[in-house]
């Protein structure tokens, strides 16, 4: 016997208690110092309270363990919803200082009736008896004008006949005019940006030309949801707004927004993916943006009722009272998740479509595939990166983003580490703190 190569063990933030956690046995305890230092020595008082749960364990059993929960991972992957994403436009009407899309192609806008068709007589065929749906990303995908709303319009026509759902990310400049063409289709959810109060948010995401967007924003969101229609309103943070998410809080709160069932939020940290940002200073790495999230809600806990930060699997517990399935693998692409674009191309996620070199095929006018390529982003995993084979870690951080991942090192088979352990330090300490 000897302790799982899969425990996570660590101080609580703030706290004189520690942690452990197991995602391969779904266990967790908070453990005072003493018990701490039992499992830090192997002098234990009772060494049966650890073995129960698995964090010491006999290494074959483990490993047996291990491969039938991968089994049982590769299984239900293979049986889950695909989320596939179309992009009418890499067009935007925005001027956001921190566009991460700045640098990719934009074409004049056209109706594209011959593209959207092909894109539905391909996702048939090649997603037959999927359970799938679709998602419209851009750009700006609900852009104003006489063709992009034909694009819209034809694209829910034909989901409609399929009864697929769609989901939209959009600015949500437009999104009030777009209102009576969504209620034409079966509308998931609606993805909106808001980066805070109104002068804070128009001084990060204006027109082109330079005026403000906040309350036509405000008016979609509010006509969305009378509508009946999900809304997820998304906030990209650094340290430039940082300070303002309270005033965003209380201002969805004064809304009435965070009282509806249909109304949920996401904080987007705002990072370098493909173009440089010009400001690289106000950029957060992971845990820094986690810091000051875990102080603001120290100082202002009614933040809470607006969003509930993950701090990787800390919320899911607190939240279900027991932890996820074990995570073999945290990158959806070509797996259960697709993009095409209205150039008739195909990519593995959001963070590569549009980019070049980075196609996966076509799908208009004619198909084409790069399988090898896309067999090399179907094996990605925790068991087929090598770097994660001996991280304690790797079953609740799945390997991370690929495309990231990528763009580091140049291969599709290398991990994009996320900060487990401090990451349950905060987390567990605001959820879990005030318990034994």
């Given at each position: 016997?000897?302790?799982?190569?899969?425990?996570?063990?660590?101080?609580?933030?703030?706290?004189?208690?520690?942690?452990?956690?197991?995602?391969?046995?779904?266990?967790?305890?908070?453990?005072?110092?003493?018990?701490?230092?039992?499992?830090?020595?192997?002098?234990?008082?009772?060494?049966?309270?650890?073995?129960?749960?698995?964090?010491?364990?006999n290494p074959e059993e483990e490993k047996k363990l291990y491969n039938r929960e991968y089994l049982d991972f590769i299984d239900t992957r293979d049986t889950d919803e695909i989320q596939i994403f179309y992009v009418p436009t890499y067009f935007c009407n925005f001027a956001c200082t921190y566009c991460y899309q700045e640098g990719y192609e934009h074409t004049t806008e056209m109706?594209?009736?011959?593209?959207?068709?092909?894109?539905?007589?391909?996702?048939?065929?090649?997603?037959?008896?999927?359970?799938?749906?679709?998602?419209?990303?851009?750009?700006?995908?609900?852009?104003?004008?006489?063709?992009?709303?034909?694009?819209?319009?034809?694209?829910?026509?034909?989901?409609?006949?399929?009864?697929?759902?769609?989901?939209?990310?959009?600015?949500?400049?437009?999104?009030?005019?777009?209102?009576?063409?969504?209620?034409?289709?079966?509308?998931?959810?609606?993805?909106?940006?808001?980066?805070?109060?109104?002068?804070?948010?128009?001084?990060?995401?204006?027109?082109?030309?330079?005026?403000?967007?906040?309350s036509q924003i405000v008016d979609g969101i509010d006509a969305a949801l009378e509508a009946g229609m999900p809304v997820n309103l998304r906030a990209v943070v650094d340290r430039e707004n940082m300070p303002h998410l309270g005033e965003l809080a209380d201002f969805a709160i004064a809304k009435g927004w965070t009282a509806s069932p249909l109304f949920k939020t996401q904080l987007?940290?705002?990072?370098?993916?493909?173009?440089?940002?010009?400001?690289?200073?106000?950029?957060?790495?992971?845990?820094?943006?986690?810091?000051?999230?875990?102080?603001?809600?120290?100082?202002?806990?009614?933040?809470?009722?607006?969003?509930?930060?993950?701090?990787?699997?800390?919320?899911?517990?607190?939240?279900?009272?027991?932890?996820?399935?074990?995570?073999?693998?945290?990158?959806?692409?070509?797996?259960?998740?697709?993009?095409?674009?209205?150039?008739?191309?195909?990519?593995?996620?959001?963070?590569?479509?549009?980019?070049?070199?980075?196609?996966?095929?076509?799908?208009?006018?004619?198909?084409?595939?790069?399988?090898?390529?896309?067999?090399?982003?179907?094996?990605?995993?925790?068991?087929?990166?090598?770097?994660?084979?001996?991280?304690?870690?790797?079953?609740?951080?799945?390997?991370?983003?690929?495309?990231?991942?990528?763009?580091?090192?140049?291969?599709?088979?290398?991990?994009?580490?996320?900060?487990?352990?401090?990451?349950?330090?905060?987390?567990?300490?605001?959820?879990?703190?005030?318990?034994?």
């Amino acid at each position: 016997m000897e302790l799982s190569k899969h425990n996570i063990f660590g101080k609580l933030k703030d706290s004189d208690n520690y942690f452990i956690v197991n995602p391969l046995t779904k266990q967790a305890d908070i453990l005072t110092a003493e018990k701490a230092k039992e499992l830090q020595t192997g002098n234990f008082t009772d060494i049966d309270e650890f073995t129960d749960k698995g964090y010491i364990s006999n290494p074959e059993e483990e490993k047996k363990l291990y491969n039938r929960e991968y089994l049982d991972f590769i299984d239900t992957r293979d049986t889950d919803e695909i989320q596939i994403f179309y992009v009418p436009t890499y067009f935007c009407n925005f001027a956001c200082t921190y566009c991460y899309q700045e640098g990719y192609e934009h074409t004049t806008e056209m109706e594209q009736p011959e593209v959207i068709d092909a894109f539905f007589s391909y996702i048939d065929k090649e997603f037959s008896g999927r359970k799938k749906y679709i998602t419209v990303f851009g750009g700006e995908p609900l852009l104003p004008g006489k063709s992009p709303k034909a694009n819209i319009k034809h694209l829910i026509r034909e989901a409609a006949k399929r009864s697929l759902g769609l989901a939209f990310v959009t600015n949500g400049y437009a999104l009030k005019s777009y209102i009576p063409i969504l209620k034409e289709g079966f509308i998931r959810e609606i993805q909106v940006t808001l980066d805070g109060p109104e002068q804070i948010h128009n001084e990060r995401r204006m027109l082109k030309g330079g005026t403000g967007t906040f309350s036509q924003i405000v008016d979609g969101i509010d006509a969305a949801l009378e509508a009946g229609m999900p809304v997820n309103l998304r906030a990209v943070v650094d340290r430039e707004n940082m300070p303002h998410l309270g005033e965003l809080a209380d201002f969805a709160i004064a809304k009435g927004w965070t009282a509806s069932p249909l109304f949920k939020t996401q904080l987007g940290r705002n990072y370098e993916l493909h173009f440089c940002q010009s400001d690289q200073s106000k950029l957060y790495d992971r845990v820094s943006l986690y810091e000051d999230i875990y102080e603001l809600i120290k100082e202002q806990p009614q933040f809470l009722e607006f969003h509930r930060p993950a701090f990787s699997i800390s919320k899911f517990i607190f939240e279900n009272g027991e932890l996820p399935n074990p995570l073999f693998d945290s990158c959806p692409a070509c797996k259960t998740e697709w993009a095409f674009d209205f150039t008739g191309r195909i990519y593995s996620c959001t963070a590569t479509v549009g980019m070049d070199g980075e196609s996966l095929g076509t799908f208009y006018p004619i198909i084409t595939r790069k399988d090898e390529i896309i067999e090399q982003w179907e094996e990605r995993d925790v068991t087929t990166i090598p770097e994660c084979a001996g991280c304690s870690m790797q079953l609740a951080c799945g390997g991370g983003c690929g495309s990231v991942a990528k763009n580091k090192s140049g291969k599709i088979q290398s991990p994009d580490c996320r900060p487990v352990t401090e990451m349950l330090s905060m987390g567990l300490s605001l959820y879990f703190g005030e318990q034994k």
